[in-house]
């Protein structure tokens, strides 16, 4: 790996209990619980986790800010969306917890689906909503780093507006999408393009019409770079983490995907891409499994890399080999495999 590897792991932020087959604990979103996996993801190697969220979650920034608060190193990758959010107010909350924590946050700008008339937003065509999006990121990045900014744009306006505290080294924006108008965003504002489980080939197709779309576009911010996330049951032998793969996918087909399920209506691009590689095959480039998806796994559930310690960390430096240098990482129960992989898998990767 060319650049140092960035490795994430994940914290849950739901509601209800069980997610992706976690111990359906009914203290699973305490304090003391997501306190615990934040500290133990400090303990074992990993920078930090993605907090997912949404309408039926509880409040990505709140927990964001509870757990940094508890923990000395974990920097949070806060899930926030325009809408949710307007510019201003997240730029100046993001600004004061990321000087409180001495620069450990990050923020993965969303624009796919979510309950918006629940909380007063409403958004138009996909053209309409990733330009609002791109709108968005742009805006706070000039509150950042410039002062007075006045903005009359199609989405957003504000007039002489400074964001304090002022930061010398802003958050940095993660993104993900495949449509078209997503890697447009992507390509012009994003830090890190951010891709589930596809095979390789794919990934490499994507992350080369990036790079020509960011030369194209007159991307004027640093280069962008690219993440993975996707699960990854690892288990001691290769045949121990496919049989354990295999059972549960049996159970998810005897659950009709209970608790693994987040697919909305119509599917997005990057979910439906997943959703097709069953097509060519339950086993893709050694270690890509593909049958969660057909029996109710979505988004990063959707595909699993599934081996030993070794080939798992084969399959992450393939990876890497083609350009990715983050990668947010994870399986249930959550808190034992933030120690599992964090003493197998990630010290083969540092």
């Known amino acids: 790996m060319t650049k140092p590897a960035d490795f994430l792991w994940y914290i849950p932020n739901e509601a209800r209990a069980g997610h992706r087959g976690d111990t ?15 500290r133990a993801i400090e303990t074992h190697g990993w920078s930090g986790a993605l907090i997912g969220t949404g309408w039926d979650r509880p409040d990505s920034f709140t927990l964001a800010t509870a757990l940094t608060a508890q923990t000395t190193t974990f ?47 409403a958004e138009g065509d996909q053209a309409q909503r990733y330009a609002r999006t791109r709108e968005f990121m742009r805006l706070i990045r000039r509150l950042w780093t410039e002062e007075n900014v006045t903005h009359e744009g199609a989405h957003f306006r504000l007039r002489r507006s400074t964001v304090v505290p002022r930061i010398s080294h802003p958050p940095r924006l993660y993104f993900g999408g ?14 890190v393009q951010l891709f589930w489980g596809e095979p390789l080939a794919d990934i490499a197709e994507r992350i080369a019409r990036l790079k020509t779309l960011s030369a194209s ?40 995907g209970a608790g693994w399920t987040g697919l909305g209506s119509p599917l997005a691009v990057g979910q439906k891409r997943l959703l097709d590689l069953v097509e060519r095959g339950e086993v893709l480039d050694d270690h890509v499994y593909t ?26 430096r393939n990876y890497a080999a083609l350009g990715i240098t983050h990668f947010i990482l994870s399986d249930t129960p959550y808190l034992t495999e933030i120690a599992r992989q964090g003493q197998q898998l990630v010290p083969l990767l540092r």
Do not use: K
Not at 27 to 34: E, G, Q, R, V
Not at 81 to 106: F, K
Not at 291 to 306: D, H, K, Q, S
């Open 24 to 38: 359906a604990d009914p203290d699973h979103n305490s304090l003391a619980t997501l306190t615990a996996q934040a």
């Open 75 to 121: 920097a949070p990758l806060i899930a926030v969306r325009p809408g949710y959010w307007r510019p201003a107010q997240l730029a100046a909350t993001a600004a004061t917890l990321h000087h409180l924590s001495g620069g450990r946050v990050r923020l993965n700008v969303v624009s796919g689906q979510d309950d918006l008339a629940a909380y007063g937003d």
């Open 178 to 191: 495949a449509s078209p108008a997503a890697e447009a965003v992507a390509a012009t504002q994003a830090d």
């Open 217 to 256: 576009l007159d991307r004027d911010v640093p280069p962008l770079e690219f993440g993975l996330r996707i699960t990854t049951l690892v288990r001691d032998t290769r045949e121990e983490a496919w049989r354990d793969a295999q059972a549960r996918v049996t159970r998810m087909a005897q659950s009709h």
């Open 291 to 316: 049958a969660p998806g057909r029996y109710g796994g979505g988004g990063a559930g959707t595909t699993w890399l599934v081996g030993s310690a070794s080939e798992v960390a084969a399959s992450l």
